[in-house]
């Protein structure tokens, strides 16, 4: 076996404190790498059609990737996976920090979590030992809290700890699973899977030491692109700032989303930005494991809100969700809220993008005071936001209605709510505007995991010849993407290029590789060959991503999922109120022909949607056909 993996995979029950390894092989790991297509394996060969997500039949599944902890920059994350609460499909989050690495070294590929457990409990796995702890003294805890006594009473502080707060544990549906104080993982409601299991951790700790199969390459690679961050040669605004600077622009383009994607015009945007973040509050800078980006801000305040470094700070995400997009330019406010759904572990773009729908609906004659508990939920109210925030994590008062999501929320109250309630198969928008880049309304629509930015296509980077001719960023180029493509275009060669760079970036979720770090397509082999000895194709690597989509789209097809639910929300098909959308809008017939293409260019039926028995076959996974429906 390889130097990058051990082939083993750790399971552990919670119904009856059982836990056993198995060994897949080196062959399951090539074709799968980690990530997604661990997760998809797991759940549709496990979780039985029609589970309860909240119940003890559907499973938890942490996957890294093969790369996963080796001492190189981008390959510190692991992905994390279970039936969605918030959709009731397909649940994948990535999260970075140091926890995947440490599970790697503690000897283990994946964990999978199956079962419930009587009482609260944790898992405290070191160097392939696993014991199943009581944590009944640390239920109802925040994050840092839990931390620090886990640390505490297991004598270790170099334990990494993913866990839960109280919002995992009061199953909001989109609770998510910190890897520590700063690093979620955020998407699909995972944290509520978790509080469903009565599992309010996972502490590790690794010592073996992983190499991979060429050390003398890694090391060199490391090294160089280690150089580049730190000189600025690569990676130079995200090493100073993160994410998020220059969000004027996003005004401008209409990309930042303003008041629940309603409005183009926000003068306090100018608050809202990396820059501003760091001159006025920030402290420091952090990383993952082994990463020399360190793209993480932290930051600090006493006044208005007292904010605790220990939390990080908001990245583009967070201040989107719970700034723009809830009007609030009050930068300690939106810290807080950030800060606090950290400490509760609640996912910050669900979140801010719900409380956001709450405000509008406030603002309409849906909510009123007394639904508020007195709160005046109006967009910007900084005090009120960070207010929500704390009551949805507890789920109490008016925090009880938005923990279920805006989706549940909007079929609740009735009305045109569900006109403005801004999701995809029940997950919120991220801070990115598919009116804008049409290549994220195909990809928002049909993602298994309801709207996700980080495996759609941002098309800002196609659609523009410069001095010295069309320039596609490298991946897209490499895969025979030619000539520029209109912002506006919904054919069928925006879908190529939008399929293209999915099934890359989903690859990317299996591996557990960062988006930050600019390794290109060659330098991405080279890592594989040095780290596994596998000499990988850019072609065998895009089929890894086709066979996570199209297993997770077989799940959501068992699940009742069809092309009526590759919907975006209806706002997108018109204008915004004001700014560059305001002749804007989506057209949905086009949109609708691009997801029929989007399926045939897959090898799926391309009018239901269903992946078809010849493309489970050319993607090796035969096995899945018995989940097709009896039609299929």
Request: proline share 5%; glycine share 14%.
């Amino acid at each position: 076996m390889t130097g990058s993996f051990h082939n083993k995979i750790l399971r552990v029950n919670l119904t009856d404190g059982t836990t056993q390894v198995e060994e897949p092989g080196a062959v399951y790991f090539r074709r799968y790498l980690g990530g997604w297509n661990i997760i998809a394996d797991v759940l549709l060969k496990e979780v039985p059609a029609g589970a309860d997500p909240l119940g003890p039949q559907n499973k938890l599944v942490f996957a890294p990737g093969v790369l996963t902890g080796l001492p190189i920059s981008g390959v510190s994350r692991n992905a994390v996976g279970a039936k969605s609460p918030l959709t009731g499909g397909f649940g994948a989050a990535e999260v970075g920090g140091n926890w995947g690495a440490q599970l790697k070294r503690a000897g283990f590929d994946a964990l999978i979590v199956e079962g419930q457990a009587e009482n609260p409990v944790y898992l405290w796995i070191k160097d392939g030992a696993v014991e199943i702890r009581a944590a009944t003294h640390l239920w109802g805890k925040a994050t840092k809290e839990t931390q620090t006594a886990i640390r505490e009473e297991l004598g270790e502080r170099r334990a990494e700890v993913a866990m839960i707060g109280p919002g995992g544990e009061n199953l909001v549906r989109y609770a998510c699973i910190m890897n520590g104080l700063k690093d979620a993982a955020g998407r699909t409601g995972l944290g509520a899977v978790m509080g469903a299991k009565n599992l309010k951790a996972v502490a590790v700790r690794g010592t073996q030491a992983l190499e991979g199969a060429d050390p003398e390459t890694l090391h060199a690679m490391a090294r160089t692109m280690a150089e580049a961050i730190n000189s600025g040669a690569k990676g130079g605004m995200m090493h100073k700032y993160g994410t998020g600077v220059g969000v004027e622009a996003g005004v401008l383009s209409g990309n930042l989303p303003i008041r629940n994607f309603r409005d183009g015009e926000f003068p306090g945007a100018v608050n809202l930005s990396a820059e501003v973040f760091m001159e006025r509050i920030g402290i420091g800078m952090d990383g993952c494991f082994a990463c020399a980006m360190r793209c993480k801000k932290v930051v600090k305040a006493e006044t208005p809100y007292v904010l605790d470094p220990d939390y990080g700070g908001p990245e583009y995400e967070s201040f989107g969700a719970l700034g723009s997009c809830c009007g609030v330019d009050d930068i300690v406010a939106v810290a807080k809220a950030t800060e606090l759904c950290n400490a509760y572990s609640l996912d910050t773009i669900s979140c801010g993008v719900t409380i956001a729908f709450a405000m509008e609906c406030f603002e309409n004659g849906l909510l009123t005071l007394d639904d508020t508990g007195g709160i005046d939920l109006r967009f910007g109210n900084g005090d009120a936001l960070v207010q929500v925030v704390e009551l949805i994590g507890k789920r109490e008062g008016i925090g009880n209605l938005l923990a279920e999501g805006s989706r549940r929320l909007a079929e609740q109250l009735g009305g045109d709510a569900l006109d403005y309630a801004m999701q995809v198969k029940g997950q919120e928008y991220p801070m990115h505007e598919p009116r804008f880049k049409r290549g994220l309304a195909i990809g928002y629509a049909v993602s298994p995991t309801g709207a996700d930015h980080c495996h759609a296509l941002h098309d800002i980077s196609i659609v523009n010849a410069g001095p010295d001719g069309f320039q596609a960023n490298e991946g897209l180029r490499r895969l025979g993407l030619l000539e520029p493509l209109p912002l506006e275009d919904l054919g069928p060669a925006k879908v190529r290029a939008t399929l293209y760079h999915m099934a890359r970036a989903v690859a990317g979720n299996c591996a557990c590789m960062c988006l930050f770090i600019p390794w290109n397509a060659d330098e991405l082999l080279q890592i594989l060959h040095a780290a596994t000895g596998w000499d990988m194709s850019l072609y065998e690597y895009q089929k890894i991503g086709e066979r996570a989509l199209t297993l997770a789209r077989l799940f959501n097809v068992r699940e009742g999922f069809g092309p009526s639910d590759d919907r975006l929300a209806p706002r997108s098909y018109g204008p915004t109120t004001s700014g560059a959308l305001a002749e804007g809008g989506i057209d949905p017939a086009a949109l609708e022909a691009a997801m029929h293409t989007y399926y045939g260019m897959l090898g799926w039926n391309r009018e239901t949607g269903v992946p078809t028995r010849e493309k489970l076959a050319e993607l090796d996974v035969a096995w899945a056909e018995v989940y097709l429906p009896q039609s299929g």
